[in-house]
């Protein structure tokens, strides 16, 4: 299971410096369900990586930037162009060769904009409240409805709940993206390509409950 992850300045025992990291709760989630995680960290736009793998999850992390999607960048926006050009070829690489794909949080935004859509850039003025990421470091609860005969109700049930990190949410739908799962003020917190192959996107966090690896089964079994 190839994993998506982050270049960002890091401390640990005596070193503060660039590293490529990834929260171990995207490792242990993925060993739980069966899969043995590789950690992809941002190396330019060659997407040959893939051949090493059976299956990609797009991870969380900062905003996709607005430029993708055609919109300059708002005061709230913070991005990693750097890791989007690695993100966007790897994600068009994997739908090219029908590699199982799962999207976390801003893994699903990913989809959507390589796929054509766009994001809200900051949802609380959208929505009119900070319920999807409460505070800095705090994930918010969520109760996300699945749409019935979807793929991810057939995972997860018609109802899920999740923990949600995001300022930022689906606008514009990609090009063939479904939408099937909604918080309750309507945010779109599930997407997925309808057909055989598995594409799937959720705004939530599922690797937080290392426990609970339903879907990470799920993109297990879609490489069998």
């Known amino acids: 299971m190839g994993i998506t992850s982050y270049l960002e300045k890091a401390s640990w025992g005596v070193w503060h410096t660039d590293a490529a990291l990834l929260p171990r709760s995207y490792v242990d ?128 049930g018609t109802e899920t709940k999740g923990q949600c990190y995001h300022h930022q949410a689906v606008d514009r739908l990609g090009d063939g993206l479904a939408a099937v799962g909604w918080a309750a003020d309507g945010t779109i917190e599930a997407v997925e390509l309808p057909g055989d192959d598995f594409v799937v996107g959720v705004q939530w966090h599922p690797e937080q409950d290392t426990q609970e690896v339903r879907l990470f089964a799920a993109l297990v079994a879609a490489c069998r």
């Open 29 to 156: 989630s993925v060993r739980n369900a069966g899969g043995v995680p590789v950690l992809l960290p941002p190396a330019g736009e060659d997407a040959d990586v893939l051949s090493a793998v059976d299956a990609l999850v797009l991870a969380g992390g900062a905003d996709v930037e607005p430029e993708r999607y055609g919109q300059p960048a708002q005061g709230k926006t913070v991005t990693r162009p750097e890791r989007d050009a690695f993100e966007f070829a790897l994600a068009r690489a994997a739908l090219d060769r029908g590699l199982p794909v799962l999207g976390v949080c801003r893994g699903m935004q990913v989809l959507t904009v390589a796929l054509g859509g766009s994001l809200i850039q900051h949802l609380p003025d959208r929505v009119g409240h900070t319920g999807h990421q409460p505070a800095p470091g705090v994930y918010g609860p969520s109760r996300v409805a699945l749409a019935g005969g979807s793929r991810l109700a057939g995972i997860l």
